[in-house]
């Protein structure tokens, strides 16, 4: 199977983006639009629309008067909102219909109406834009510049075209790497098992440990003062929608601190072990134990990002199973201590007598289960001594 790869840039500021604003809000007008056919087509018919049907009905109404601005969005544009509404309803019937049979507990809400002016995108596919040299790029007929950091890897399939919070643009081209050569990547010989946690972020089963930022703590402060200044503004004023730049600013500010940390780290590992084996978290039940601090290290992020670095180094990046008692387990004699607590920090093992700490013991755990587990060949259990 192909691989998929996105290449995102910046668009630099241009009166020209003013198009492409009044292009992403007939965007957000039209996806409401689509949310209310289907709502009405179930309350009398009892059943939702096709996406074929849906797309027949908005090409009929581009036609009326009344519709005519929506012809300021490309036609495929159009019709990758009704598919993306119907992939919504697809996966809500399905969790209804999972939970219905006590498969799953999570429940998974049908597409709804959204705030035209919050509106953040749209796609097109095949037509509506086309790739010039150097970094421009047309959409409809007007070109546009982007921050060209890195060459487009493999065939462009779709181009996004993103708004974020600040009123920024960004182009995202996805493309299918159908080539790809194989990664020569020079051996080191070094494979490791990682433990999360709170206290320390990651803990290796070498005893390496990195600790995280957390940026969201560190400007709390500064988030507090300005929501502060946002609530007290008058609503629709020029003021308060400059307050809401700067508290949307701070965010992004703490967003690409944590996400320079995740990418910095992920090199790192990757540059240093051939295989990495990772414990499968449980983020619902560790958000609901200590809540802010989870969200602010961002272990899933992390995750995704170590997958991606991984990729395109030849790393191989293990996970074992969520319900393995990689904690409690002794790595010395393989006893497990179902008396420690969360506040134990180091253990005495009631067996064999082996003094633990906690995020190593757990770590070395990990690592040999990833080395038992199938396409672990390449660690051997020396190294985790």
């Given at each position: 199977?192909?691989e998929?790869?996105?290449?995102?840039y910046?668009?630099?500021r241009?009166?020209?983006?003013?198009?492409?604003?009044?292009?992403?809000?007939?965007?957000?007008a039209i996806?409401?639009h689509?949310?209310?056919?289907?709502r009405?087509s179930?309350?009398?018919?009892?059943?939702?629309?096709?996406c074929?049907?849906?797309n027949?009905?908005?090409?009929?109404?581009k036609?009326?008067?009344?519709?005519a601005?929506?012809k300021?969005?490309?036609?495929?544009?159009i019709?990758?909102?009704?598919?993306?509404?119907?992939?919504?309803?697809?996966?809500?019937?399905?969790?209804?219909?999972?939970?219905?049979?006590?498969?799953?507990?999570?429940?998974?809400?049908?597409?709804?109406?959204?705030?035209?002016r919050n509106?953040?995108?749209f796609?097109?596919?095949?037509?509506?834009?086309?790739?010039?040299?150097?970094n421009?790029?047309?959409?409809?007929?007007?070109?546009?510049k982007?921050?060209?950091?890195?060459?487009?890897?493999?065939?462009?399939?779709?181009?996004?075209?993103?708004?974020?919070?600040?009123?920024?643009?960004?182009?995202?081209?996805?493309c299918?790497l159908?080539?790809?050569?194989?990664?020569?990547?020079?051996?080191?010989?070094?494979?490791?098992?990682?433990?999360?946690?709170?206290?320390?972020?990651?803990t290796?089963?070498?005893?390496?440990?990195h600790?995280?930022p957390?940026?969201?703590?560190k400007?709390?402060?500064?988030i507090?003062?300005a929501?502060?200044?946002?609530v007290?503004?008058?609503?629709g004023?020029?003021?308060?929608?400059?307050?809401?730049h700067?508290?949307?600013?701070t965010?992004r500010r703490?967003?690409?601190?944590?996400?320079?940390?995740?990418?910095?780290?992920?090199?790192?590992?990757?540059?240093?072990?051939?295989?990495i084996?990772?414990?499968?978290?449980n983020?619902?039940?560790m958000?609901?134990?200590?809540?802010?601090?989870v969200s602010?290290?961002?272990?899933a992020?992390?995750?995704?990002?170590?997958?991606s670095?991984?990729?395109t180094?030849?790393?191989?990046?293990q996970?074992?199973?969520k319900?393995?008692?990689?904690?409690?387990?002794c790595?010395?004699?393989?006893?497990?201590?179902?008396?420690?607590?969360?506040?134990?920090?180091?253990?005495p093992?009631?067996?064999?007598?082996?003094?633990?700490?906690?995020?190593?013991?757990a770590?070395?755990n990990?690592?040999?289960?990833?080395a038992?587990?199938?396409?672990?060949?390449?660690?051997?259990l020396?190294?985790a001594?």
């Amino acid at each position: 199977m192909p691989e998929r790869q996105t290449f995102a840039y910046k668009l630099y500021r241009s009166k020209c983006n003013r198009k492409l604003h009044r292009q992403i809000h007939v965007g957000g007008a039209i996806y409401n639009h689509c949310i209310a056919l289907h709502r009405r087509s179930y309350r009398l018919y009892k059943k939702s629309l096709s996406c074929f049907t849906l797309n027949n009905h908005l090409a009929t109404l581009k036609k009326l008067p009344k519709y005519a601005w929506w012809k300021q969005l490309g036609s495929q544009a159009i019709q990758n909102i009704a598919a993306r509404i119907d992939q919504g309803y697809q996966a809500f019937f399905a969790n209804v219909k999972a939970r219905k049979a006590r498969t799953i507990s999570r429940r998974v809400g049908p597409p709804s109406f959204r705030t035209v002016r919050n509106a953040k995108s749209f796609t097109l596919s095949q037509a509506g834009w086309k790739l010039l040299e150097g970094n421009r790029l047309k959409i409809g007929a007007t070109i546009y510049k982007y921050a060209k950091s890195r060459e487009i890897d493999g065939t462009i399939k779709t181009v996004t075209i993103k708004r974020d919070p600040l009123g920024d643009l960004y182009v995202y081209f996805s493309c299918i790497l159908d080539d790809q050569q194989p990664i020569d990547r020079v051996m080191t010989g070094q494979s490791a098992g990682v433990d999360f946690g709170l206290t320390t972020y990651l803990t290796g089963s070498d005893g390496t440990e990195h600790q995280a930022p957390q940026p969201f703590k560190k400007h709390l402060k500064a988030i507090a003062k300005a929501h502060r200044r946002l609530v007290s503004k008058k609503q629709g004023s020029h003021n308060r929608q400059q307050a809401l730049h700067h508290l949307s600013r701070t965010h992004r500010r703490v967003t690409n601190h944590r996400q320079a940390f995740h990418w910095k780290l992920a090199h790192e590992l990757c540059a240093h072990y051939d295989c990495i084996a990772l414990e499968t978290l449980n983020l619902q039940g560790m958000k609901a134990l200590w809540g802010r601090k989870v969200s602010d290290l961002g272990f899933a992020t992390f995750v995704e990002t170590l997958h991606s670095v991984a990729s395109t180094t030849g790393t191989l990046v293990q996970h074992i199973g969520k319900w393995f008692p990689s904690t409690k387990l002794c790595s010395a004699c393989g006893c497990i201590n179902q008396a420690i607590t969360l506040r134990d920090r180091v253990w005495p093992c009631p067996d064999c007598g082996a003094t633990h700490q906690r995020d190593v013991n757990a770590a070395i755990n990990i690592f040999r289960e990833g080395a038992s587990s199938p396409g672990g060949n390449l660690v051997s259990l020396a190294s985790a001594s």
